[in-house]
């Protein structure tokens, strides 16, 4: 039944050339905003632990615990989400995870024994991060399908902008529900759970109208001949290596252009120490800030750390345009060139956060280092997916997406949350700071080596 419900649409009979030029661009704008809106949804019911991590009366090493879970059972799902979205329909697929998640955590806000039982907590965390493994791939399998090599570096831009928006908006909805429940902390802590799924449930049903699978879902060509022009010869091989995979099942696809590839491999080592930079400064951002000097921390409120999370996310936003533009533009395409210039930038900032010093009167000095972390960070996650995505024909976009999803899980944040946690308890701040450094000169080396000088445009004229 779960399979029927899942099952790609087919194509329909190829509408007029009139038809062709005009619905076009609509679906396509359709499809983007939709993956955009629905991803940024998921945003909205995936981090609210990390960012009531200053207010929940938890140890770091049970946060870590918490959210670990999370993470690893994300990392794994990408993958396996992957594997199935290149074999679904993401009309179906993308909301349907976005529904689901929506629901655990209603269910986490209403059951009163959830978030008092750091075991029940960790349980329905696992549940969650499974559901919230089904985001990526229908999205990074629209962009293959939707929109052409050279223009998805703009479009997979603009998509990625919903980690973002979802991320600094997630905690102004976890602040409604906080607002909600008057004055009873649990009561809060429990409304900053159920009030973002009910809002995420709302937007699975818009995203399920707006939509579509494939172009010729609709009866529209596919991308090659839509946009046929910006297609060298050069790239004749790979588009039929493209059409032979798309008869190939998945388990071949696996074994021939997934496992083998090296490229891939090194590409996914580095996704997983990105992350460790990624979710080891946004997880950790509101108790680092909220913990008291004498304790090592900066020493402000939790609702100022809480704000800390947000500044990150906005400086993000920033941060992908920029990497977008200097990947297209100064470096024709090559990410990994992108990633290590952002990378050195990472690591001059890191020393910064951890040497300016504590107390509120310079609070506006950290915030301005959290949003120029956001910007050097986001560009090479970023990177990260899309990457993973050209490696690949696209009928195993989704899959390799998945695999680099699950390094950037399993291994990155689970190292940048439990690891973490623990060093924060037994070691203290200046410990957890060396572990972010060491991994940001590792993936410097790991980007590079992942580097594929055919996939990039040096070649051509500006």
Same mark, same amino acid.
């Given at each position: 039944?779960?399979?029927?419900?899942?099952?790609?649409?087919?194509?329909?009979?190829?509408?007029?050339?009139?038809?062709?030029?005009?619905? #076009?661009?609509?679906?396509?704008?359709?499809?983007?905003?939709?993956?955009?809106?629905?991803?940024?949804? #998921?945003?909205?019911?995936?981090?609210?632990?990390? /960012?009531?991590?200053?207010?929940?009366?938890?140890?770091?090493?049970?946060?870590?615990?918490?959210?670990?879970?999370?993470?690893?059972?994300?990392? $794994?799902?990408?993958?396996?989400?992957?594997?199935?979205?290149?074999?679904?329909?993401?009309? @179906?697929?993308?909301?349907?995870?976005?529904?689901?998640?929506? @629901?655990?955590?209603?269910?986490?806000?209403?059951?009163?024994?959830?978030?008092?039982?750091?075991?029940?907590?960790?349980?329905?965390?696992?549940?969650?991060?499974?559901?919230?493994?089904?985001?990526?791939?229908?999205?990074?399998?629209?962009?293959? #399908?939707?929109?052409?090599?050279?223009?998805?570096?703009?479009?997979?831009?603009?998509?990625?902008?919903?980690?973002?928006?979802?991320?600094?908006?997630?905690?102004?909805?976890?602040?409604?529900?906080?607002?909600?429940?008057?004055?009873?902390?649990?009561?809060?802590?429990?409304?900053?759970?159920?009030?973002?799924?009910?809002?995420?449930?709302?937007?699975?049903?818009?995203?399920?109208?707006?939509?579509?699978?494939?172009?010729?879902?609709?009866?529209?060509?596919?991308?090659?001949?839509?946009?046929?022009?910006?297609?060298?010869?050069?790239?004749?091989?790979?588009? %039929?290596?493209?059409?032979?995979?798309?008869?190939?099942?998945?388990?071949?696809? $696996?074994?021939? #252009?997934?496992?083998?590839?090296?490229?891939?491999?090194?590409?996914?080592?580095?996704?997983?120490?990105?992350?460790?930079?990624?979710?080891?400064?946004?997880?950790?951002?509101?108790?680092?800030?909220?913990?008291? /000097?004498?304790?090592?921390?900066?020493?402000?409120?939790?609702?100022?750390?809480?704000?800390?999370?947000?500044?990150?996310?906005?400086?993000?936003?920033?941060?992908?345009?920029?990497?977008?533009?200097?990947?297209?533009?100064?470096?024709?395409?090559?990410?990994?060139?992108?990633?290590?210039?952002?990378?050195?930038?990472?690591?001059?900032?890191?020393?910064?956060?951890?040497?300016?010093?504590?107390?509120? %009167?310079?609070?506006?000095?950290?915030?301005?280092?959290?949003?120029?972390?956001?910007?050097?960070?986001?560009?090479?996650?970023?990177?990260?997916?899309?990457?993973?995505?050209?490696?690949?024909?696209?009928?195993?976009?989704?899959?390799?997406?998945?695999?680099?999803?699950?390094?950037?899980?399993?291994?990155?944040?689970?190292?940048?949350?439990?690891?973490?946690?623990?060093?924060?308890?037994?070691?203290?701040?200046?410990?957890?700071?060396? $572990?972010?450094?060491?991994?940001?000169?590792?993936?410097?080396?790991?980007?590079?080596?992942?580097?594929?000088?055919?996939?990039?445009?040096?070649?051509?004229?500006?």
């Amino acid at each position: 039944m779960f399979k029927k419900l899942l099952a790609p649409p087919g194509k329909k009979p190829r509408l007029s050339d009139a038809e062709v030029a005009r619905k #076009y661009p609509r679906y396509r704008t359709q499809v983007i905003i939709s993956i955009f809106v629905g991803y940024m949804g #998921y945003y909205f019911v995936r981090n609210t632990t990390s /960012i009531l991590s200053g207010i929940l009366k938890m140890s770091a090493t049970e946060i870590g615990i918490i959210t670990c879970a999370s993470y690893i059972a994300y990392g $794994v799902s990408k993958f396996v989400s992957g594997l199935i979205s290149d074999e679904s329909n993401s009309k @179906i697929f993308l909301p349907l995870g976005l529904l689901l998640s929506g @629901i655990i955590n209603i269910f986490i806000g209403v059951i009163p024994s959830v978030i008092t039982s750091v075991w029940l907590f960790t349980i329905f965390y696992l549940i969650n991060g499974w559901l919230q493994g089904m985001g990526w791939p229908p999205g990074a399998r629209t962009l293959v #399908y939707w929109f052409g090599n050279k223009e998805r570096i703009t479009y997979g831009t603009i998509w990625n902008l919903s980690h973002n928006f979802g991320g600094a908006i997630a905690p102004l909805l976890a602040g409604a529900g906080l607002a909600l429940a008057g004055n009873d902390p649990l009561a809060q802590a429990r409304a900053a759970y159920w009030f973002p799924g009910v809002v995420v449930c709302i937007m699975a049903v818009i995203i399920y109208f707006i939509q579509e699978d494939t172009p010729e879902s609709v009866g529209l060509p596919p991308i090659e001949e839509y946009r046929s022009k910006e297609y060298r010869e050069s790239d004749n091989a790979k588009l %039929e290596e493209d059409a032979a995979a798309v008869e190939m099942s998945m388990g071949e696809i $696996v074994k021939k #252009y997934i496992l083998p590839n090296t490229k891939l491999m090194w590409s996914s080592l580095y996704a997983a120490l990105v992350y460790i930079l990624r979710y080891g400064i946004v997880s950790w951002t509101p108790k680092f800030l909220a913990t008291s /000097i004498q304790d090592g921390g900066k020493g402000i409120t939790a609702a100022a750390g809480m704000g800390g999370f947000s500044f990150f996310e906005l400086g993000g936003i920033a941060g992908m345009l920029i990497a977008g533009w200097v990947s297209a533009k100064l470096f024709k395409n090559s990410k990994p060139l992108t990633n290590v210039a952002c990378l050195i930038l990472t690591l001059v900032l890191l020393v910064a956060y951890w040497f300016i010093p504590a107390g509120p %009167e310079y609070m506006i000095w950290d915030f301005a280092i959290l949003i120029g972390l956001g910007a050097s960070i986001y560009g090479p996650v970023m990177m990260v997916g899309l990457y993973a995505m050209e490696l690949v024909p696209k009928a195993a976009a989704g899959a390799a997406a998945g695999l680099s999803g699950t390094f950037s899980y399993v291994g990155g944040a689970t190292v940048a949350t439990l690891v973490i946690g623990i060093i924060v308890d037994n070691l203290g701040w200046g410990v957890a700071f060396i $572990v972010f450094g060491i991994s940001g000169i590792a993936a410097i080396i790991c980007t590079l080596l992942s580097r594929d000088k055919s996939l990039e445009y040096w070649d051509e004229e500006k």
